[in-house]
């Protein structure tokens, strides 16, 4: 977990993006962790969100992840 | 079987929730709601008021005027929310486009649906609503609500929001339309903790899931479509709240084919009931339908002449597979050669109902125009049973994620994935062997291409050769 979550702050912090698609971050994870499972690494997303080091960013029907203070924050005025 | 809760229901009081006295919710009378003029014009709003339906403009004014004589410590969010919202939609009905900006980084801590950041883009003019949040809240299987419950969602959502509220968004939940972010995590509070609800689905999730009224208050319900349906929205609360699907993923139950939550056309994967052995006729029901005993249609339409009840002309030549004859005064069907249309059911109610062999057909793929046009669903599981725990029904829900997780593109539906790759691909991912029943004409229809090693003996055929007669 740990490991994982290691390596989605790393994508996050050294992509040109700010917002991820959960499927991207699942691409750049399995790119360096070829045996990370989805569910894996939903799970360290998740854990991360709790933490409070990402966050949900919402397009109003989709949904993405950041990292927080990186990009746009807060609303979008 | 009774309900059983997976935990403990609080039951609520609306006496002991109550945030507003009576006089306060009775405060306005029919002579000033008729005189009252919010403060911006909106002459286009107001001739909406004059349609033969009941209009929201009527609705919104009467919550205007109802926040006007409000005190103010009695509500959160500033007094003139509701008719800055009128206001700036008579500016998008003359400018012809929306001012309202949606998404954005708002929502409950932990949670990755539920609440759609929502702004407005004209903050100077309508400064009340620069911030107007919508949270969807999850409804009760079927929507039945107890009256204490409603009042008491409506008083906390008149002191915390704008009080007003959509019943309900088309994924079912009941929307609540207008709030400040400081107000999100108190209403998530009440919400869940006190009230012992949860907000819905929204963003790339499994939306809340939704059914009919299923066997509370149906004959024709051919499983516990409340059952599954709550059973799911249970099972699947990681995916509800915490998004990783490529886009929406939306679950709807109907009980039986008449499809009163329009699963067919809703949801990406829908659950409608049906059976597999007979319709069951009560042949002297049918004859007293016959003779005008029994009045058709259970007593719809009956706000005018039809003459006598003629049952060739209202059921029997309008079965469409045309599987219906009588014969000597006796109804037959050819079951085999039945649709599921449910007209016949419909008409004669009290004569005909749907087999005792019951369980789901599960079909895929409907959605509606986003990003490509509409869809309607594919039939995929022509038959399956629907009884607790449902494992057989979790079991196919997983194995259809697991296939649209890994090939779905970013914000690409079930229904379009399945149009990319084509039904046969689809089928053979899944692991399900094609069916008649998944196509319209499948006589006509080779939807299927076999493969030699399917077919017994393989087959010889030299392309080459076919084409030195065939021209392309």
């Known amino acids: ?77 | 079987m009774p309900f059983e809760p997976n935990e403990p229901q609080k039951e609520i009081k609306y006496e002991e929730t109550r945030i507003y006295t009576d006089a306060e919710l009775n405060s306005c009378s029919d002579e000033e709601l008729k005189n009252f003029k919010i403060k911006h014009q909106i002459p286009d709003l107001e001739e909406l008021e004059n349609g033969p339906w009941p209009s929201f403009v009527a609705d919104a004014k009467q919550e205007a005027l109802h926040r006007r004589k409000l005190a103010d410590e009695r509500m959160l969010i500033d007094r003139d929310v509701v008719e800055d919202m009128l206001g700036q939609l008579q500016v998008s009905f003359d400018d012809g486009e929306t001012h309202w900006k949606h998404g954005g980084i708002v929502g409950v801590f932990g949670y990755g649906g539920g609440v759609i950041g929502r702004y407005s883009d004209l903050p100077e003019r309508y400064p009340s609503i620069a911030h107007f949040h919508t949270i969807r809240v999850n409804q009760p299987a079927s929507k039945f609500y107890n009256s204490d419950l409603l009042r008491t969602i409506c008083d906390m959502w008149e002191y915390r929001g704008s009080g007003l509220m959509n019943l309900h968004g088309s994924t079912g939940d009941l929307v609540l339309l207008g709030t400040t972010t400081e107000q999100l995590e108190p209403i998530f509070f009440e919400l869940t903790h006190v009230l012992g609800q949860d907000i819905g689905g929204s963003g790339s999730n499994l939306r809340t899931p939704s059914c009919c009224i299923g066997r509370a208050r149906c004959e024709f319900a051919c499983y516990d479509t409340q059952n599954l349906c709550y059973e799911l929205t249970q099972y699947y609360q990681d995916e509800l709240h915490r998004p990783a699907f490529p886009y929406k993923f939306k679950l709807k139950f109907d009980g039986c084919p008449n499809g009163c939550v329009a699963s067919m056309a809703r949801s990406d994967m829908s659950f409608i009931g049906t059976w597999r052995d007979s319709i069951r006729i009560d042949q002297d029901t049918v004859k007293a339908y016959i003779a005008g005993d029994v009045v058709p249609n259970g007593g719809a339409h009956m706000g005018r002449d039809w003459g006598k009840f003629d049952i060739h002309k209202e059921v029997i030549d309008l079965c469409p597979t045309k599987c219906m004859s009588l014969v000597d005064d006796e109804l037959r069907i050819d079951n085999q050669e039945c649709t599921r249309c449910m007209h016949c059911i419909n008409v004669m109610p009290k004569a005909l109902k749907p087999g005792k062999d019951n369980g789901l057909s599960i079909l895929l793929g409907a959605k509606a125009p986003i990003l490509e046009g509409a869809q309607m669903a594919t039939l995929i599981v022509p038959f399956m049973k629907a009884e607790p725990p449902y494992d057989n029904i979790k079991e196919f829900i997983e194995k259809v994620w697991e296939f649209w997780i890994e090939e779905g593109k970013n914000r690409e539906r079930l229904g379009e994935l399945m149009q990319r790759t084509g039904l046969p691909k689809f089928l053979e991912t899944i692991g399900l062997p094609p069916a008649p029943q998944m196509i319209k004409t499948p006589r006509e229809n080779p939807y299927i291409l076999w493969k030699e090693e399917d077919v017994p003996g393989g087959w010889n055929r030299n392309v080459n050769e076919y084409r030195t007669r065939h021209k392309r």
């Not at chain 1, 040109?16 to 989805?38: G, H, L, S, W």
């Not at chain 1, 409070?52 to 397009?59: H, L, R, V």
């Open chain 1, 1 to 77: 977990m740990d490991e994982l979550k290691k390596i989605i702050v790393e994508f996050a912090e050294t992509s040109k993006k700010t917002k991820f698609y959960f499927k991207d971050i699942e691409k750049a994870v399995q790119k360096v962790n070829p045996d990370a499972k989805m569910r894996e690494i939903k799970n360290a997303c998740t854990a991360l969100i709790n933490e409070g080091t990402m966050i949900y960013f919402s397009t109003g029907s989709s949904t993405m992840y950041g990292l927080k203070g990186k990009g746009m924050m807060e609303d979008p005025e």
